[in-house]
């Protein structure tokens, strides 16, 4: 039953990390976080890929698939690898009726109970020291140039 909790917990993360990531500026590290626990539960067998969909995001105009993942009562779709295309099988188009179940928990708890899963742990960015402004108006200085003091012109 403890397994059951534990794997339901993990996917209602994984279904609020994935939501965030979707209207994230910057998805990247949530994408990450998503990929790195589908890959560890489907490791210890407490997911399980279904198939194949057609994608509703087809990149450059091409079609493409991507692997439909079972998470407890919850499904999510990632990237194909070349075996998923030749071993599973086409589902066709992504069914429009089916929603995952409803979850209330913030985006800090999920990425928590992600982390903590997945014993990761977040890169600090490297902090770049503040760039002094610089004005876009260059004005050449003529300081050094001259002759000082300036040399008395001579009247005959």
């Known amino acids: 039953m403890k397994h059951d909790v534990e794997v339901e917990k993990l996917a209602q993360a994984l279904f609020v990390i994935n ?21 560890k539960l489907l490791k210890e067998k407490k997911a399980s890929k279904k198939g194949l969909h057609f994608s509703d995001h087809p990149k450059l105009s091409n079609q493409h698939s991507t692997v439909l993942i079972k998470v407890g009562e919850y499904c999510f779709h990632i990237p194909p690898a070349k075996e998923d295309l ?8 992504l069914d429009q009726s089916y929603r995952n179940p409803p979850v209330k928990m913030s985006l800090s708890q999920a990425k928590r109970l992600i982390c903590q ?6 890169e600090k960015p490297k902090s770049t020291p503040a760039k002094k402004h610089r ?19 001579k009247k005959k």
């Not at 910057?26 to 976080?33: A, F, G, H, I, R």
């Not at 030749?86 to 188009?93: F, N, S």
């Not at 004005?135 to 012109?153: E, H, I, N």
């Open 19 to 39: 939501k965030h990531a979707k209207t994230a500026p910057d998805p990247k590290q949530l994408y990450q976080l998503k990929k790195q626990a589908i890959e």
């Open 86 to 93: 030749k071993h599973l099988k086409h589902l066709g188009a």
């Open 117 to 122: 899963y997945i014993n990761w742990k977040q």
């Open 135 to 153: 004005s876009s108006y260059y004005v050449p200085s003529s300081l050094g140039k001259m002759d000082w003091p300036p040399a008395r012109s």
